[in-house]
C-alpha cells in the first residue's frame, strides 16, 4: 500500500563502514509520523544516556518528511537531528532546498550516521549503490566550493548537503548545508558531522514517491496555490516600517493574519520585516539591551528591504514551494553572487551588533554560509564579545588589537574570519557565547543571552512572550520556529482543532493582555507546539502553515496522502506524544528543563526603561509551570511524569 | 510491479543505454533483465525495445514508438508557480529552471534543457499539482512555422 512514506530508514555505521536498511513498520508513522517524529522514536533509545554529543555514540540523522514529494506544497523541509553539541538536549535542525525529496528518492524516510570514520568521507547513493567515499581532498574546502566539485563529479541530478570548515573544526554553532547557501544552522549539528568525519552526502535516487491518493493532494494543493498567488502589491518598504512605528505607537494589538505576511514574504521575502521589526520592538538591538530608540529608521536603513531587494536577480523557490521567499543577489567583490540574506541573519548581524554597512551584511552572509557557520548564533557571540569590550571585560589584548566597539564593520569581519579559522579570540568564540564566557568569566556571563546555551533568534519576547515562553520550554531550547503568540493567530488551528481560544484575524485587543499567564496562553503555546510537530513530521515549511489551518490544509493533506482517516484532534496527539518524547529524551541525558530558561536580560528583568518595550517582563515562571502541567509534565521539574508517557504509549524505563 | 523482458529479446542492448535508473543489465545478444528493485516504471525500455519484448506493470506488451514521436513536456508558464516538482521528478535530469524574465516575473521556471535526453516518461505531467506540465508529441518545426499563422487567423 502506497502511503506517501518510503517505510526504510539506513543506518550507517562509520566506524566500521557498513550501511544497515531498517523497515519501519506502518505503525510508527501513525504514531510518530515521518520527520522529526521518526527521529525522535528512533534516536530515543539508540543514544545511550549521557553519550557525548561529539563522540561516536552519539547519532547524526537526515530526514525527510511524510509529504514530501506527494504532490503537496511547501513540503521542501529536511531536518538534521540528533544530540546538541551545544545545549547538551535534543537537537534538530530545518532546512528547505532541494535536498528533502533526495533522501526520499533514495528510498529511505531517514539517513542515520552512527561511530565515527578514520579519514574523512562522504557518502554516496545512487541506484541503490551505496558508498563512503574519501574526501580528504575536500576537507578544509568551504560548503559551497565542495558542492560545487561534488555536483561536477556525479552530475547535475545529484543533490548534497555539505559542511563547511566551521563543522570540520567542530565549532559548536556550525550547521549543515545544502543549495548552496541554505543551512540547517541551529542546535550545532554541523559540528557533529565534523566529528564523525563526514564531509558531505550525495545523494542522486530515482525513486518514485506515491501517495494514497495523488489527485486528492494535488487537489488540496491547487487550492492552497490559489491563495499564495493572491498579491496585492504592497508598495515602497518604508511603509512597512512606518507600520512597525505604528504599532509601537498604539495601546493596542492586532491579531495577524497570514496572508500579510505571505504577501510580505511573496514581494521581499523573509527580509521585508528588517526594518518595521526592531520599530515596534519584535527584534533585539544592542546584545539586547538597546532598543529602537537605539536604532532608529534612519540606521536600520541600512538593511532596507527595498534596496536588497535591488540587487535580487531572480527568486529562489525551495522543493515544492509556489511563494519563493529566497532570492539569489548579486554581489560585487570576492564572491559574486549570494542567497538574499534573510531576516535573521540581518538583524544578528546588524542591529544586534550595530552594524550599519549594508554590503559587510551581504558579504557576512556569504561567508558564514560557506563557512556553515550559523549566522544567529555567530552575530549574537559578536555582539556579546563587542558589549564585553564596551564594558572593559575583554581588551585589545583579549581581542588581537580588533578594537570591537558597537558598529565597527571592519573589526566585526575580521571577527567573524577569526571565528570560523579559530584563531585567537576567534577559538573562544566559535563555540557561542555560553562557553565563551565560561572561558572568559570576569563577569562576563551576565551579558550572555541564551535559553539553555543556545541563543535565541531575533524575536524578543518582550514585544511576543509567546516567543520567550517557547524559548525556555522546548525540548530544543532557544529556537524561534516552534511558537509564538504571533505563530498561534496565524495557524489559525481553532478552525480545525476543537477545544482552542479564537483569536479572529484583526481582532484588536490590548496589548498588556499578552503579559497574563492565563489558561488561554497556555493553551496557545501547547497548540504551537503540538501542531509544529505535525508540520515538521509532514516536512512543511513554517512560512506556508502561517497562511492558515484552512488554507494549508496540513491535516488534509496528510490524510489524502497516506490514506488514514486521522481527525485533527489525533495529529494534534501525535504532536503531543512528539514533544513528549523529545522532552523525554533530555531527561535521560540529564538536563534540567528548568536550566534551558532563556537569560534575564530577554525576559525583561530588569525591564527596559525606554523603546518599544519599556517596562515589559514576561511571567516566565508561572507560563512555564502551566505549559509543564498542561503536557502532564511535573510543573515543578518539567520532567514528564510515568502517567504521561504511558498514557501516550510511550515506554517508560 | 516492474516491467519485464520476454524471451523475444534479442540483445539489442537498446533498453539497457536509455534505462535512466540502471535497472536493465544483459550481454549483447543474450536475454536482458529488469531489476525490479531499481525499476521505476517510466516506460522508456518498452517504446525503443525493437522486438516487443518488453511486458509492462500490467502484463501488455509495449509497442514501440518512433523516438521523434515521443511525448516531450511543455509548460505553460501562466499556471506554473516555479515549485520545481517538475525538475525534481525527472528521472533523465533533462529539465533545468529558466533565467528569471526580469522584475515583472522575477521566478525561474522549467525549461527542457536536452531534448534528446527526454525518456518521455510524463513524471512531470503527473507530478505537477497544477498541470502547468502537458506531454505533447513535437511537431516538425518547419510545420509548425506553416501552421502558425493558420492557428493565428482561427483566432
Known sequence: ?653 | MPYTIIDTCTGCGACERICPTRAITGKKKDVYRIDGDLCIECGACGRICPSAAVKDRFGRICVMVKRSQWKRPVFDRDTCMSCSMCIDACPANCLELSEAKGPKDPHGHPRLKDERACIGCGFCEAECPVGAVTMLVPVPKDESRKSKPAAEAAR
Open chain 1, 1 to 653: 500500500m502506497n502511503r506517501g512514506y518510503m517505510g526504510r530508514v539506513l543506518m550507517v555505521d562509520l566506524t566500521k563502514g557498513d550501511f544497515r536498511e531498517e523497515r519501519i513498520p506502518d505503525e510508527v508513522y501513525e504514531k510518530y509520523l515521518s520527520g522529526i517524529g521518526l527521529a525522535a522514536y528512533l534516536l530515543y533509545d539508540r543514544i545511550p544516556a549521557g553519550a557525548d554529543p561529539l563522540g561516536p555514540e552519539n547519532i547524526l540523522g537526515f530526514v525527510s518528511g511524510l509529504l514530501t514529494g506527494t504532490g503537496s506544497l511547501f513540503s521542501g523541509r529536511w531536518m538534521v537531528v540528533g544530540k546538541s553539541p551545544l545545549t547538551g538536549t535534543w537537537g534538530d535542525a530545518n532546512c528547505g532546498g532541494s535536498f528533502s525529496p533526495a533522501i526520499k528518492r533514495c528510498g529511505y524516510d531517514g539517513i542515520f550516521f552512527s561511530g565515527v570514520s578514520e579519514k574523512p568521507v562522504y557518502l554516496y547513493i545512487k541506484d541503490r549503490k551505496i558508498t563512503l567515499m574519501d574526501a580528504s581532498h575536500l576537507w578544509g574546502k568551504d560548503a559551497i566550493e565542495t558542492e560545487e566539485i561534488l555536483l561536477e563529479r556525479h552530475g547535475p541530478g545529484a543533490r548534497v548537503a555539505v559542511i563547511g570548515p566551521a563543522g570540520e573544526r567542530l565549532s559548536l554553532i556550525s550547521g549543515i548545508c545544502n543549495d548552496k547557501g541554505r543551512i540547517a544552522a541551529r542546535s550545532g549539528l554541523g559540528a557533529v558531522m565534523g566529528s564523525k568525519r563526514l564531509k558531505a552526502l550525495v545523494l542522486d535516487g530515482k525513486k518514485r514517491i506515491t501517495p494514497y491518493d495523488r489527485e486528492a493532494v494535488h487537489k488540496l494543493s491547487r487550492k492552497c496555490n490559489r491563495w499564495v498567488q493572491f498579491q496585492v502589491p504592497l508598495g515602497p518598504s518604508i511603509g512597512t516600517a512606518l507600520i512597525g512605528t505604528l504599532l509601537r505607537v498604539l495601546p493596542t494589538a492586532m491579531a495577524m493574519d497570514g496572508m500579510v505576511y505571505k504577501m510580505i514574504l511573496r514581494q521581499w521575502g523573509t527580509g521585508g520585516l528588517n526594518q518595521m521589526s526592531p520599530e515596534w520592538g519584535d527584534s533585539p538591538v544592542k546584545n539586547w539591551k538597546g532598543s529602537n530608540v537605539d536604532w532608529p529608521l534612519k540606521k536600520s536603513k541600512s538593511a532596507d528591504p527595498d534596496l536588497v531587494k535591488k540587487l535580487e536577480f531572480i527568486k529562489y523557490h525551495c522543493y515544492s514551494c509556489p511563494l519563493g521567499c529566497g532570492g539569489k543577489c548579486s554581489l560585487t567583490g570576492k564572491y559574486s553572487e549570494t542567497h538574499k540574506p534573510e531576516y535573521e541573519s540581518v538583524l544578528a548581524l546588524g542591529g544586534l551588533c550595530m552594524n550599519e554597512d549594508t554590503d559587510s551584511l551581504f558579504y557576512l552572509n556569504e561567508l558564514l554560509n560557506r563557512a556553515g557557520m550559523d549566522t544567529i548564533s555567530a552575530g549574537a557571540t559578536v555582539a556579546w564579545a563587542m558589549e564585553c569590550f564596551e564594558q572593559g571585560i575583554l581588551t585589545l589584548d583579549d581581542t588581537d588589537g580588533l578594537d570591537l566597539r558597537w558598529g565597527n564593520t571592519s573589526a566585526m569581519i575580521a571577527l567573524i574570519h577569526k571565528m570560523i579559522n579559530r584563531e585567537g579570540i576567534g577559538d573562544i568564540l566559535a563555540d557561542g557565547s555560553r562557553a565563551a564566557a565560561k572561558k572568559i568569566g570576569r563577569g562576563s556571563e551576565k551579558y550572555t543571552v541564551h535559553a539553555g546555551g543556545q541563543e535565541p533568534a531575533m524575536h524578543d519576547g518582550r514585544q511576543d512572550p509567546g516567543f520567550a515562553v517557547h524559548y525556555c520550554v522546548e525540548p530544543t531550547p532557544g529556537r524561534h520556529t516552534l511558537g509564538a503568540q504571533l505563530y498561534y493567530e496565524m495557524f489559525q488551528l481553532w478552525k480545525k482543532v476543537r477545544g482552542l481560544p479564537k483569536k479572529l484575524p484583526f481582532q484588536i485587543y490590548h496589548k498588556n493582555s499578552k503579559y497574563r499567564a492565563t489558561e488561554k496562553h497556555t493553551l496557545e503555546a501547547a497548540a504551537c507546539s503540538k501542531y509544529m510537530n505535525v508540520v515538521n513530521g509532514a516536512g512543511l515549511c513554517m512560512f506556508g502553515t502561517f497562511l492558515g489551518i484552512t488554507r494549508t490544509p496540513t491535516f488534509d493533506w496528510l490524510n489524502a496522502a497516506t490514506g488514514w482517516n486521522k481527525t485533527p484532534e489525533e495529529y494534534m496527539e501525535i504532536g503531543k506524544r512528539i514533544q513528549t518524547l523529545k522532552q523525554a529524551f533530555n531527561v535521560r541525558h540529564g538536563i534540567d528543563p528548568r536550566a534551558n530558561r532563556l537569560s534575564d536580560r530577554a525576559l525583561g528583568i530588569p525591564p527596559q526603561p525606554q523603546g518599544a518595550n519599556k517596562g515589559r517582563t514576561v511571567p516566565i515562571e508561572n507560563r512555564m509551570e502551566d505549559y509543564w502541567r498542561h503536557f502532564g509534565w511535573d510543573p515543578t521539574t518539567g520532567k514528564p511524569t510515568d502517567e504521561t508517557l504511558a498514557g501516550l504509549g510511550l515506554s517508560v524505563e
